[in-house]
């Protein structure tokens, strides 16, 4: 059993310009201790995935569709005090952008501490202790505790950030583009460092990004996602070593390979379509250079073409 299963979500934010159906129909599953990686450019439905399985959808958001299945049971049919025991405590998220969410009035510490004093009902002295102590585990002197946030880089504000979601010592972690206002090296530092704990405290990661060279670093699986939907999704070797669809080949070629150093990254033409009126057929034909009639009108679904890699595209496997 895998420890969490997303089966056919749907997740539609009902706007007063039209229905945007940010995520439309997608599955894919992560075993216990794993890194699954989800991946796609900006607009394609990757945080309102992560949003919909933390349960955290605000109007005018609404799952419409699918199962949320964790540790066997489906979080999509929990009472609000069931999820609030799951929430943080198995399952903790790294927000987009979060490392800037600090409040700069107040001491990193007692940022952590507020949060620890949230979800445990220990003293402030136990969770001061507790926030030291997980600064340590993220490579913090617990020291700097005491210092307010515009006194910790970017990469240190990442890690506290790390440590935050750790605090309730969770079964998965979602990271939502934890590294991306990072540079390079504080990027690969911040990796290395969530690998680490990954090992360590046997966690599941599920990581979000634009930048498949740092899903390419950390993950075991990866799903791509285009448009509200998955069109290619394998386990990692596999689908860096031969991506199949179009969209995934021309990501991976969007940023500087690691199997291929040498090679100028060249961006894909034009962009994501608006999710209120996608394009019929595969939403992604108006900028493939392959597309075909047939890839204007009819949807193409997932197929495996070996060894549990799937794609959805009308040009492979058939
Ligand atoms: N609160 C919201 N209200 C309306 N539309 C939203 C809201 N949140 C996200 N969307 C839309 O849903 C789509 C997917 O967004 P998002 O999940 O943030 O994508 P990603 O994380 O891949 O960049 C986008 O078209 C975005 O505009
Ligand atoms: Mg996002």
């Not at 997608?26 to 349960?55: P, R, V």
């Not at 949320?68 to 399952?91: A, S």
């Not at 990271?175 to 990072?182: C, K």
Request: hydrophobic share 40%; aromatic share 6%.
């Amino acid at each position: 059993m895998s420890l969490l299963e997303v089966n056919n979500l749907k997740t539609y934010f009902y706007t007063l310009r039209g229905v945007v159906r940010a995520v439309d129909g997608i599955s894919f599953h992560i075993d216990e201790g794993m890194a699954f990686g989800l991946a796609g450019e900006s607009g394609c439905g990757k945080s309102t995935t992560a949003l919909s399985i933390m349960g955290l959808i605000k109007d005018p958001g609404k799952i419409v569709d699918g199962e949320i299945v964790f540790e066997g049971e489906d979080l999509l049919k929990k009472t609000k005090e069931e999820l609030n025991q799951i929430r943080w405590k198995k399952i903790s998220m790294i927000f987009q952008g979060a490392m800037n969410a600090f409040n700069p009035v107040h001491r990193v510490g007692d940022q952590i501490v507020e949060a620890i004093l949230y979800h445990e009902n220990i003293s402030r002295e136990e969770a001061w202790e507790k926030a030291e102590k997980l600064l340590e585990m993220v490579g913090i002197d617990p020291s700097r505790a005491k210092n307010y946030p515009h006194e910790f880089s970017g990469g240190m504000k990442q890690r506290a950030m790390i440590a935050m979601a750790l605090s309730c010592n969770p079964k998965l972690v979602i990271a939502d583009e934890p590294t991306t206002a990072l540079d390079v090296i504080v990027q690969k530092q911040v990796l290395d460092l969530m690998k680490e704990l990954q090992k360590k405290l046997k966690l599941s990661i599920m990581l979000i990004s634009h930048d498949l060279s740092v899903i390419a670093q950390m993950c075991d699986s990866v799903a791509i996602m285009y448009a509200g939907k998955i069109v290619e999704y394998a386990d990692a070797i596999s689908l860096f070593k031969e991506p199949q669809h179009p969209y995934s080949k021309g990501l991976i070629n969007s940023f500087p390979n690691i199997l291929n150093p040498g090679k100028k990254p060249e961006s894909i033409p034009g962009q994501p379509p608006s999710l209120i009126n996608p394009p019929p057929g595969c939403r992604f034909h108006p900028r493939c250079p392959f597309a075909t009639d047939k890839c204007r009108e009819v949807e193409p679904h997932l197929v495996n073409i070996g060894n549990k890699h799937f794609v959805a595209c009308h040009l492979i496997g058939g």
